[in-house]
């Protein structure tokens, strides 16, 4: 496996495989099995499989965990080796930005609501890097963790209104044994706060038992996950929403699919946690985001 | 040479000639000597040229000359063929944007001045559909006229910032005998107001005479274009400033290169035009932007 580190050698690597398709999976590093799941849903249709290492600083608040961020390229890179990747490009913040740099990205509406209400400027951040990741890289496919679920909507949304020729991939939120979503921010979690952490889970799992007992106004819906994340301790909840997930507005009703959002700070940490569920009359089925 | 209305029979030529290095011209239509220039232009390295014909709405303001601009397709594929174009993307607006399209390309402080100050949108518009139409031609290289020059300097940016694997060439004003810049809207100009037009390419000769004569003050470079502006009957003038042609900030002192724009609406048509001069020592020369 190779590794890049500058701009000019990622694109000599894409030209020189020009024919050749490219699933891609960008990510922040202190990879876990989520990110492992991805480049797994990279391959199919795919001949060579990219990932990118990147702690993107434009999509972290003047406040967040920006600089206390786990940062370690040779795990990473053999996590990644192992995965099968072919190639990881892990460029220098300087490398990506230059210091004048003033176009972004704006994702609208949607940029503003659950997540973005509390992290201004994060999605815009995110969809300006990623966007700046496909055009160096050049990909066939891109794929993205359901794990963050407004992220992979606003991208969505992004590749079609800018008609980026790029098929995106959604993977499964990946837990561990006791439910707990996946996320390279659970190694801040000490053993109390762990335990806090597993009500978003449970929160959804309430919020799912509402939906397959006959509810299906947004807010009763809300309001069971509401309930268990009242449990916590060391939990302050963010925001939990029933929105549709195609345009993140909440649901009043729900008649189809409908995405539950949880987000809340356990003692420092901030943990986002969702599902998606599809509802047909009184059939309630977990699905995977846009598929 | 082909014509294709829609993004996916587009995505397909491309697909079939993949390896080729696409040369893109983008054009509104009403097309003129200028705009077969940038064909031309973009043809050396090039196995295939394309040019697009879209009178993009998100450019225009409420207010401004949507409705009336000038669309003859047939007359524009004439021409094209006849320059040697392979190929014409001509969609409608429906086809380019969705109902519910909500994500721009936002070009930050630089699309707030000059031409941005009365046009508000205006470049955000712009950006936004030369990305679109990047992402759906794929081209190696991209030609634009210089006689929008504040529209090069911002794709220059957007370009450099969200690394499009495109390479932009500009190409050089073209005038009529009598020094208008041609233009799409010049076709709206009576014959005392031509007059009045020619005014604005004399104006910047004014400028470049203050220039060799050893005026190096922005201010008074600016002033004596403007001096000649003031001549006109139907003329209002909008702006005439000598900025950074990287930066697009006023030059109180030139000392390296200047680009010298005016806009000025002559009767109900708003016209632009410009120079780019590089200043070393006493020797004053007129350079392409960017190049």
């Known amino acids: 496996m190779d590794i890049t580190r500058d701009k000019a050698a990622m694109r000599r690597w894409v030209a020189e495989r020009r024919g050749l398709r490219i699933g891609f999976v960008p990510t922040m590093g202190a990879l876990h099995a989520g990110h492992l799941s991805l480049v797994e849903r990279a391959r199919p249709g795919c001949d060579r499989v990219v990932a990118s290492v990147f702690v993107n600083p434009t999509q972290f608040g003047p406040h967040e965990d920006y600089e206390r961020y786990p940062r370690d390229l040779a795990r990473d890179a053999d996590l990644l080796a192992t995965a099968g990747c072919d190639l990881v490009f892990a460029p220098e913040t300087a490398e990506m930005y230059a210091h004048d740099a003033q176009t972004t990205i704006d994702v609208g ?88 952490a597993l009500l978003l889970h ?49 649901l009043a009703n729900v008649t189809g699919r409908v995405l539950i959002a949880v987000a809340a700070w356990v003692g420092s940490t901030r943990l986002i946690d969702n599902l998606v569920l599809d509802v047909r009359g009184t059939a309630v089925r977990e699905v995977v985001l846009g598929e």
Do not use: W
């Not at 007992?213 to 309001?223: F, L, S, T």
């Open 202 to 250: 449970a929160a959804l799992q309430a919020a799912a038992a509402a939906l397959r007992d006959g509810e299906r106004a947004g807010e009763r819906i809300a309001a069971a996950a509401r309930a268990v994340l009242e449990r916590g301790t060391f939990l302050r909840l963010d925001y939990v929403a029933a929105v549709d997930p195609a345009s993140l507005a909440p």
């Open 109 to 196: 509406a949607m940029q503003t609501v659950l997540c973005g209400a509390a992290r201004p400027g994060h999605f815009r951040g995110v969809a300006t890097v990623v966007a700046k990741l496909f055009h160096l890289v050049q990909p066939a496919v891109a794929v993205f963790g359901q794990k963050d679920a407004q992220q992979v909507v606003i991208l969505q949304r992004m590749v079609r209104d800018l008609d980026f020729p790029v098929e995106l991939r959604v993977a499964p939120i990946v837990r561990d044994a006791d439910g707990l979503a996946l996320s390279s921010r659970n190694a801040y979690l000490g053993p109390d706060e762990r335990h806090d």
